[in-house]
């Protein structure tokens, strides 16, 4: 009981996919107090296969940081209910549906149960959740503040949709680790469409939770200043993060924790930060130029305006 009482801390990491909460979830799992989970949404999606397995290469069941976590809160409900009933709570768009109680239920008792348990077994103060706000989790952080009554701190990670795109033209995450480079089909506009739904949803999470709750990141900040953005955000959750600033200006590897899902750097044996490096991508055609321009553009410019305002302040 006296376990139940203690504030959970999650750092939620919001946005689109390719704009770096990988990164920026290895980053801050590097702090003693913080754990890296990765995109922890996924968790009780086909939870044996190994697609969405532990970044140790175990499958979730088998991986020791996760075995006894999991096996904790499967024992109340089966791991296929929690994903369908989650979607209630945490989708963009069932979520409205699900505001009514009865199908959110099992999502609040099973995540309060897993985040005690995360906590317990890991010892750490904080825990990170990259899943995003795109689609199936547009509402997430706001279903986790609400459901398991976590202090939930939002990082909303903003990329260039430009760099989004080019980023995305390399194929898809889990097609890679596969060794395909099959794109899909519509790739560009489903992208586009992609990222400017997860930041407007970023946006209206961070509304939610107040401003105390809500701190927008600029992807080129983090690639460029990485020790320099790492200490705002340690300043924003409440840790000292100057030791990992440290780590990054020495270029000291870091290796990535157990975490699920996520890409394919969550999956290295360690990770070093090289400042201003970029990863490029392949050359955007003149139509991919325009949509990029006419979809994404002027929201992007708006975002960087108020991150310029919100900096000033």
């Given at each position: 009981?006296e376990?139940?009482?203690?504030?959970?801390?999650?750092?939620?990491?919001a946005?689109y996919?390719?704009?770096?909460?990988t990164?920026?979830?290895?980053?801050?799992?590097?702090?003693?107090?913080?754990?890296?989970?990765?995109?922890?949404?996924f968790?009780?999606?086909?939870i044996?296969?190994a697609?969405?397995?532990?970044?140790?290469?175990?499958k979730?069941?088998?991986?020791?940081?996760?075995?006894?976590?999991?096996g904790d809160?499967a024992?109340?409900w089966?791991?296929n209910?929690?994903?369908?009933?989650?979607?209630f709570a945490?989708?963009w768009?069932?979520?409205?549906?699900?505001?009514?109680?009865?199908?959110?239920?099992?999502?609040?008792d099973?995540?309060?149960?897993?985040?005690?348990?995360?906590?317990?077994?890991s010892n750490?103060d904080y825990?990170v959740d990259s899943s995003?706000?795109a689609?199936r989790?547009?509402?997430?952080p706001?279903?986790l503040?609400?459901g398991?009554?976590?202090?939930v701190?939002?990082?909303?990670?903003?990329?260039n949709?430009?760099?989004?795109?080019?980023s995305?033209?390399?194929g898809?995450?889990?097609?890679?680790?596969?060794g395909?480079?099959?794109?899909?089909?519509l790739?560009v506009?489903?992208?586009?469409?992609?990222?400017?739904?997860?930041?407007?949803?970023a946006?209206l999470n961070?509304?939610?939770l107040?401003?105390?709750?809500?701190?927008r990141?600029d992807?080129?900040d983090?690639r460029?200043?990485?020790a320099?953005?790492?200490?705002?955000?340690?300043s924003?959750?409440?840790?000292?993060?100057s030791?990992v600033?440290d780590?990054?200006?020495?270029?000291s590897?870091?290796?990535?924790?157990?975490?699920?899902?996520?890409?394919?750097m969550?999956?290295?044996?360690?990770v070093?930060?090289?400042?201003?490096q970029?990863?490029?991508g392949?050359t955007?055609?003149r139509?991919?130029r325009?949509?990029?321009?006419?979809?994404?553009?002027?929201?992007?410019k708006?975002?960087k305006?108020?991150?310029?305002?919100?900096?000033d302040?």
């Amino acid at each position: 009981c006296e376990e139940r009482n203690v504030t959970l801390n999650v750092v939620y990491i919001a946005g689109y996919g390719r704009s770096g909460s990988t990164l920026l979830d290895i980053l801050l799992g590097a702090h003693p107090r913080v754990c890296s989970l990765g995109e922890l949404g996924f968790l009780w999606d086909e939870i044996d296969k190994a697609n969405v397995g532990c970044a140790c290469g175990e499958k979730v069941t088998d991986c020791s940081r996760w075995d006894s976590v999991v096996g904790d809160v499967a024992r109340l409900w089966p791991p296929n209910r929690i994903a369908n009933r989650s979607k209630f709570a945490e989708h963009w768009l069932l979520a409205i549906v699900g505001g009514f109680g009865r199908w959110t239920r099992t999502f609040n008792d099973a995540n309060t149960l897993l985040l005690h348990s995360l906590r317990g077994s890991s010892n750490c103060d904080y825990v990170v959740d990259s899943s995003k706000t795109a689609y199936r989790f547009g509402w997430r952080p706001v279903a986790l503040h609400r459901g398991t009554g976590a202090d939930v701190r939002l990082i909303h990670l903003l990329r260039n949709p430009r760099d989004v795109v080019r980023s995305c033209l390399k194929g898809q995450n889990t097609r890679l680790q596969q060794g395909n480079t099959d794109l899909r089909k519509l790739e560009v506009p489903i992208t586009l469409v992609g990222w400017l739904l997860s930041n407007v949803l970023a946006l209206l999470n961070g509304k939610w939770l107040g401003k105390s709750r809500y701190m927008r990141v600029d992807f080129d900040d983090l690639r460029d200043h990485p020790a320099a953005t790492l200490t705002k955000i340690g300043s924003f959750i409440g840790v000292d993060l100057s030791s990992v600033a440290d780590q990054v200006n020495s270029c000291s590897p870091i290796a990535p924790g157990h975490m699920v899902a996520g890409n394919r750097m969550a999956r290295q044996d360690e990770v070093r930060v090289i400042r201003g490096q970029s990863n490029g991508g392949p050359t955007l055609r003149r139509s991919q130029r325009l949509a990029i321009a006419i979809l994404c553009g002027l929201p992007y410019k708006m975002l960087k305006v108020k991150m310029q305002l919100d900096k000033d302040e």
